[in-house]
């Protein structure tokens, strides 16, 4: 941490008590000490979504991720275990895989050839005889991240051996993340369809906020939503707004704690009935998926009640998002330049139609021409863009703040709530960001 960034007062920059309500200064989006400062609290320091459990289904599998700035092999050992290991030989400190996914027994460290395999042990070093009476050994296994939490399949990692546990760190959204899982037949999701990636110029916080804020996508996305509204119609003939009254108080936004939020739309779903097949989830109302649920967990009403309430979005802080067909994963890489990847979530247990049509859906909303992906990259762009704008500095983010309460959701969880269209969850990204950032 340098100098000037140690002299960052958060709390001077995210207003809570001002005269005109609940504020956010843009410079947290432009500054580069600002950005190290968050690596090492947030990414370094914290829980960080890294992969899931189905992305390496044989032994021998791995994929290469990052978390914050620390590359990492997630891999599938002889013993069946998921590690994550830090890739770095550890004799002289280089990346011992360059390929970002594959399938192998053995990493060999290009520059004097150790050999590790793929639990992490060493297994070979070069002229071993030049080492006198401190040979390598277990001394110099790949070094493995200290904590690593596992939900439904979905892989966390903490690069500190202490700190909040992977269970309180969760929190709330665990359920949320339960509930989009018992959506398949099997009873978990399958990202082993692999993943596209998008650079976009624009701070990681923009994408963080924008996955539960429903008030855009009325303007951003009108032109696409309002064709998959078209063709999800049973008559092919329905616009964006047969949805419903977007002000409808049955469809929630949440703050779940933690960072986590949640657009919420079971209830609202639930009234919709046939009216609009569109629940946002390709496959999810089919009946052959439906009955796959009900022989899993024995109960065609509850089948039925899982399937009407639909998925969620939901945004477990920093990095991971589920919605509709897809998961999201945000890695940061500069204050202004972000990778966003995304992985199309295939319902275990399902046919392999329904699968290929949930590819093809979420191909359509966030592929390389998709409708929806680039309409938020632009947004997030000019955003960035207009936070340099002087001397108007300060973001607002006071809607629905006056009905703002807590809440029982569909768990029976109490958590702050307010209207779908509204900024609870904003707000509750940032409170948490705050204290995370003015921790000791």
């Known amino acids: 941490?340098?100098?000037?960034?140690?002299?960052?007062?958060y709390s001077t920059l995210i207003r809570e008590d001002a005269p005109e309500g609940f504020l956010v200064h843009s410079r947290l989006y432009l500054?580069?000490?600002?950005?190290?400062?968050?690596?090492?609290?947030?990414?370094h320091r914290g829980w960080v979504y890294v992969g899931h459990e189905s992305e390496l289904p044989k032994v021998g599998d791995y994929r290469l991720r990052l978390i914050g700035r620390q590359p990492v092999i997630m891999v599938r050992g002889e013993?069946?275990?998921?590690?994550?290991?830090?890739?770095?030989?550890?004799?002289?400190?280089?990346?011992?895989?360059?390929?970002?996914?594959?399938?192998?027994?053995?990493?060999?460290?290009a520059y004097h050839g150790w050999v590790f395999d793929n639990t992490g042990a060493l297994r070979e070093a070069t002229h071993v005889s030049g080492w006198g009476d401190r040979p390598p050994g277990e001394a110099q296994h790949l070094f493995e991240v200290p904590r690593m939490g596992v939900h439904r399949g979905f892989i966390f990692a903490s690069l500190v051996s202490d700190g909040v546990s992977f269970e309180d760190y969760l929190g709330n959204a665990a359920a949320y993340l339960s509930r989009y899982c018992d959506l398949a037949p099997g009873g978990e999701i399958d990202l082993s369809a692999g993943r596209h990636g998008i650079t976009v110029d624009a701070?990681?916080?923009?994408?963080?906020?924008?996955?539960?804020?429903?008030?855009?996508?009325?303007?951003?996305?009108?032109?696409?939503?309002?064709?998959?509204?078209?063709?999800?119609?049973?008559?092919?003939?329905?616009?964006f707004t047969d949805r419903g009254d977007l002000e409808n108080p049955l469809a929630m936004q949440r703050d779940l704690g933690g960072g986590h939020s949640v657009l919420d739309s079971f209830t609202s779903n639930r009234a919709q009935g046939d009216k609009l097949r569109f629940t946002g989830s390709t496959g999810t109302l089919l009946p052959e998926v439906i009955e796959g649920v009900a022989q899993r967990i024995g109960s065609h009403e509850k089948a039925q009640w899982l399937a009407r309430g639909g998925p969620c979005h939901i945004m477990v802080f920093p990095n991971l998002m589920l919605l509709w067909d897809a998961v999201r994963v945000i890695q940061p890489v500069a204050h202004s330049v972000t990778h966003i990847y995304y992985h199309p979530a295939l319902l275990k247990g399902a046919s392999e139609a329904v699968n290929i049509a949930r590819i093809r859906a979420q191909e359509g909303g966030f592929g390389p021409a998709g409708f929806l992906a680039p309409d938020d990259m632009e947004m997030f762009e000019r955003s960035q863009a207009g936070m340099a704008v002087r001397p108007d500095t300060w973001l607002e983010l006071n809607r629905g703040r006056h009905i703002e309460r807590i809440e029982d959701d569909d768990f029976g969880q109490p958590v702050r709530t307010c209207q779908n269209l509204d900024e609870v969850a904003q707000r509750g990204i940032w409170r948490h960001y705050k204290t995370v950032m003015t921790a000791e």
């Open 79 to 109: 013993d069946q275990r998921i590690r994550l290991l830090l890739n770095r030989c550890t004799h002289r400190g280089n990346t011992i895989c360059q390929r970002e996914r594959g399938n192998t027994k053995f990493f060999r460290c």
């Open 203 to 239: 701070n990681w916080k923009m994408q963080l906020e924008n996955l539960t804020d429903a008030y855009h996508a009325e303007y951003v996305h009108a032109s696409a939503l309002a064709q998959f509204a078209s063709l999800s119609a049973t008559d092919k003939k329905a616009a």
């Open 1 to 9: 941490m340098n100098a000037h960034t140690q002299r960052v007062d």
């Open 31 to 43: 500054d580069e000490a600002i950005f190290e400062d968050e690596i090492e609290r947030i990414y």
